[in-house]
């Protein structure tokens, strides 16, 4: 039968919460949630430009179809 594996290994004078506070795997599931909220703005950001880069192609769309030239990289006419 397998023994019970505790979270945290309690040192001298530490309450439980003070183990868990220092254990590897607290410090390990703080360093997810944080790269999980950086992976979530940069998804945010590459969206808006994907987004503003599909504007750019329908004013490209609209200016060739009304026959004038536009530049395709600073969105000149």
Avoid: C, Q, W, Y
Wanted: charged residues 30%; glycine residues 4%; aromatic residues 2%.
């Amino acid at each position: 039968m397998p023994s019970e594996t505790p979270l945290a290994v309690k040192n001298e004078g530490e309450t439980e919460t003070d183990a868990l506070r220092n254990s590897p795997l607290t410090h390990s599931s703080r360093a997810l949630s944080s790269a999980r909220s950086k992976f979530s703005s940069i998804r945010r950001v590459s969206r808006s430009s994907s987004a503003r880069s599909n504007a750019e192609m329908s004013d490209a769309r609209i200016a060739d179809m009304n026959g004038e030239k536009m530049s395709a990289r600073t969105g000149n006419r």
